[in-house]
């Protein structure tokens, strides 16, 4: 739900660590991403690998063999200036936009090749064969870790509610417990399969439910669907609620309204991702979280919260609370307004943190609209 973003270390790092993967893997000349501008391992490179394969496998004189390698050889096309595989790194790092022009030239420079891989064809297809270049296996074997801890994020983008974690096992092996939707499907991109933009960590439910859906969503590398809505509580069913003595939580109903009144084109993101991934009915389990944050709004009262923050910062050392011996605990704690803040609602309050807990967006909406944020 929120905008996910690597620093530059990390999109070089990531490209040295796959270009080395993907030469290595076909040609068994191991290409040292920095030591590219030698010409002499490149035409070698080339020979061997991908032409050579292709040819012993007698395959080189077939129409769309020959595609297959023109499409090799343009990823691959070596920018002596930059010392870098000038397409291959827009696929593996570039940036969200600049994957859509890829996608744009090479469906218009490369129309035979068959992007769509077809089931029952026991051959190896196009498909497979540009899965194979890009290695797309070891993506998350041997980088998951290293790109959920990039992103330090520990909840799903998408869904915003269930975690996504890094564990450690035996023999201090580390695993992300999560899985890496490509937001454009393998299926039908399988040259953007290892594209770092392409790859959005996430829980398994999302994953499976987003599966080749059509529907157009938010890609969180390009932008944050918190922009375009808050949680609320529908009128009708606050009152129930309340009626019902701050109760029934079940009497609760959660709603996603865009941030703008009327704005047809963020209540069309919000309808989508809603279609695709059942948020609304997925945020209904939670009600009684939002019960409790009714019941905080009572109990913390702008008086008490003011006194809360006295007791807690030793600037003041008078107070008019009586808490007895609580109170030179309570001074060494501290707080910031905004701890005071998180303390109360159970939760973090900023839009930068909300991947760092579930459900932070929907306990902090909820709690700005009953004035505990104030
Ligand atoms: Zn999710």
């Known amino acids: ?15 040295a660590r796959l270009t080395k993967e993907v030469t290595s893997k076909n040609s068994g000349i191991e290409i040292n991403i920095l030591d590219l501008d030698n010409e002499g391992k490149i035409k070698r490179y080339y020979k061997k690998s991908i032409l050579g394969r292709l040819k012993t496998a007698s395959e080189i004189n077939n ?3 020959k595609e297959i390698v023109k499409f090799y050889k343009y990823l691959i096309e070596f920018d002596i200036n930059s010392k870098s595989y000038l397409n291959l790194k827009t696929l593996l790092v570039g940036t969200p936009s600049e994957l859509k022009k890829a996608v744009k030239f090479i469906l218009k420079n490369f129309n035979t090749i068959k992007f769509k891989s077809v089931s029952n064809n026991k051959k190896l297809d196009d498909n497979e064969r540009i899965l194979e ?3 797309y296996e070891n993506i998350r074997k041997y980088h998951g870790v290293f790109l959920l801890k990039q992103l330090n994020i520990k909840v799903c983008p998408y869904c915003g509610a269930n975690n996504i974690l890094i564990i450690e096992r035996e023999n201090n092996k580390l695993k992300a417990l999560c899985q890496f939707d490509h937001f454009l499907s393998q299926s039908e991109y399988p040259y953007l399969s290892a ?3 392409n790859l959005v960590p996430s829980c398994s439910s999302c994953n499976h439910t987003k599966l080749d859906n059509p529907r157009k ?10 922009d375009s809505f808050i949680f609320k509580v529908d009128t009708k069913s606050e009152l129930d609620f309340i009626l019902s003595g701050y109760k029934k939580d079940n009497l609760l109903e959660i709603q996603m309204t865009p941030k703008i009144n ?6 069309g993101i919000i309808t989508n991702h809603d279609a695709v991934f059942g948020t609304k009915s997925l945020y209904q389990h939670h009600t009684d979280i939002v019960a409790e944050l009714y019941w905080k709004a009572h109990v913390y009262s702008k008086k008490y919260r003011t006194e809360l923050k006295t007791l807690t910062n030793n600037l003041e050392k008078k107070h008019t609370l009586k808490l007895g011996k609580y109170i030179d605990e309570l001074q060494h704690l501290n ?6 803040k998180r303390f109360i609602i159970g939760n973090y309050i900023e839009e930068k943190d909300f991947l760092k807990r579930p459900l932070s967006k929907l306990t902090h909406d909820i709690a700005k609209e009953l004035g505990l944020l104030d």
Not at 1 to 15: G, P, R, V, W
Not at 335 to 340: H, R, S, V
């Open 1 to 15: 739900m929120i905008k996910l973003n690597y620093s530059q270390a990390t999109l070089d790092e990531y490209f």
């Open 63 to 65: 129409k769309k063999s």
């Open 133 to 135: 270049i890009f290695n």
């Open 195 to 197: 594209s770092i933009h």
């Open 217 to 226: 969503i938010v890609n969180p590398y390009e932008n944050s669907l918190h």
């Open 262 to 267: 009327n704005d047809t084109s963020q209540e």
């Open 335 to 340: 707080l910031t307004d905004k701890e005071i």
